[in-house]
């Protein structure tokens, strides 16, 4: 058998400040009511005044290398798949180059938005396919409280900061049937208008004075709702029928946590009863590419998914982009 990527490791991490619906209320008509009964969402964490992507980046790309049992000089790739890095250049994949002491990796960004974290998998996994001795470390990571429109409570309500990381290489004999067994992603340009930030391109450069709104996160939810359950099923029809597998086979789902109901309707579409499907979108919101590694990191820490198991990690945002990873970890 030809060598699958291997999930070595994987660690996350967030700020340690919790902001509660309550919280969200003092600043904006709004309700723990209205929050938890059409997101789940009850509370989110959000980097302080000062603080920067990197901050919790760090700490989270450490635990998933010490779980790998593999140094930070060993790594080939850093893939960071983040819209918010510490600075717009360098980019988010060379700062964690630098700041982890990874001497020979190449880092770039992907900037893929709330798919961010499964782009990154399957771009290592293509690496790593053609090269199985590469050590790559997959990160997934966003501060969105810095691009929020503090008085827009359809969006503001919703996101949070977090994230994390993966070390994948190419499998071993000991590994035996581990590793990715799928992955796939997509995007649509032409409906960019349903969720975007404006501001700091060429279009609406950073420098032009204009509204500092136009760097915040722009969103009809309605309308991506919709999308969202369409293109995460498709996504994770997918990649079962590239493995030869079924939903049945699935063990765990550990989807992009967006909206509590979002991933409700997915595992209803899917078939996938609740039991099998890992949320913490109540205790972080969505925070975009972070999503993914944070929920994957927690169950696997807390025993819910073991070694061998399956599991299905289908993405959706904007771009628009989507697809799913489907792995045995
Ligand atoms: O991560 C990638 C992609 N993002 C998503 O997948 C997000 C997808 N969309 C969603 O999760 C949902 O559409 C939202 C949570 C954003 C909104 O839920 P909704 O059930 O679609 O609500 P709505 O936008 O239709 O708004 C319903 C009502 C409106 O009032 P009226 O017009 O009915 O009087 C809103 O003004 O709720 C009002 N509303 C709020 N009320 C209290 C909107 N935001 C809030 C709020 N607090 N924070």
Known sequence: MAPRSVLLGIGSNAPANIVTNDDMSKRMDTSDEWIVQRTGIKERRMGLAGSKWSDFVVPACEKALEMAGVKAEELDYIIAGTLTADMYMPSGGCTLQMLLGAKKAAGFTVAAACSGFVYGLTIADRFIRCEPNLKILVVGAEMVSQRIDWEERSTAV?????????????????????????????????????????????????????????????????????????????????????????????????????????????????????????????????????????????????????????????????????GATLLRW
Request: aromatic residues 6%; charged residues 20%.
């Open 158 to 322: 919703l996101f949070g900061d977090g994230g994390g990381a993966a070390v994948l290489t190419g499998s071993r004999p000991e590994d035996g049937d581990r590793g990715i067994l799928a992955s796939r992603i997509h995007s649509d340009g032409t409906k960019w208008g349903l969720l975007y930030i404006p501001g700091g391109g060429t279009e609406h450069p950073a420098y032009d004075g204009s509204d500092p709104k136009a760097h915040t996160v722009h969103m009809r939810g309605n309308e991506i709702f919709k999308i969202a359950i369409k293109s995460m099923a498709g996504a994770c029809e997918e990649v079962l029928a590239d493995a030869g597998l079924s939903g049945n086979d699935v063990d765990w789902v550990v989807p992009h946590q967006a909206n509590i109901r979002i991933i409700e309707m997915v595992a209803k579409e899917f078939g996938i009863p609740m039991e099998k499907v890992i949320i913490n979108v109540q205790r972080y919101g969505n925070t975009s590419a972070g999503t993914i590694p944070l929920a994957f990191d927690e169950a696997v820490r807390d025993g819910r998914i073991k070694r061998g198991q399956t599991v299905l990690m289908p993405v959706f945002g904007g771009g628009l982009t989507w």
